[in-house]
């Protein structure tokens, strides 16, 4: 089982940036799949969830409006659209798959930093 974050990098305020997730070891369509942050220190943060079959959406309070959630099951990958990028923004973001029968998986993380 594989989760494989990339996309993040050095933004400025304002600006945007995608992060995808590809998976791999498991049947992707099951799984809900969800972008978690964390920064140093602080507790994680749940950013945007997406059902199996990637019709419900929900978005953490901080980041509704400015980020987007979105899965492609036939591609086996997760994306978060990130527009608006704020300084409180910045941390390690995570993929999540869940599934009741079998748990959930974790990727390993990329550094999203907004800065000027």
């Known amino acids: 089982v594989q989760l494989v974050e990339s996309g993040g990098g050095l933004v400025q305020p304002g600006g945007s940036l995608r992060l995808s997730c590809a998976a791999s070891?498991?049947?992707?369509?099951?799984?809900?799949m969800t972008w978690y942050r964390q920064l140093l220190g602080k507790e994680r943060e749940l950013v945007a969830t997406?059902?199996?079959?990637?019709?419900?959406?929900d978005y953490g309070v901080s980041v509704k409006g400015r980020f987007t959630i979105s899965r492609d099951n036939t591609k086996n990958t997760l994306y978060l659209q990130m527009s608006s990028l704020e300084p409180e923004d910045t941390a390690v973001y995570y993929c999540?798959?869940?599934?009741?029968?079998?748990?959930?998986?974790w990727g390993q993380g990329t550094q999203v930093t907004v800065s000027s």
């Open positions: 999540n798959a869940d599934w009741f029968v079998t748990g959930d998986y």
């Open positions: 070891g498991f049947t992707f369509s099951n799984y809900r």
């Open positions: 997406i059902s199996s079959d990637g019709v419900s959406t």
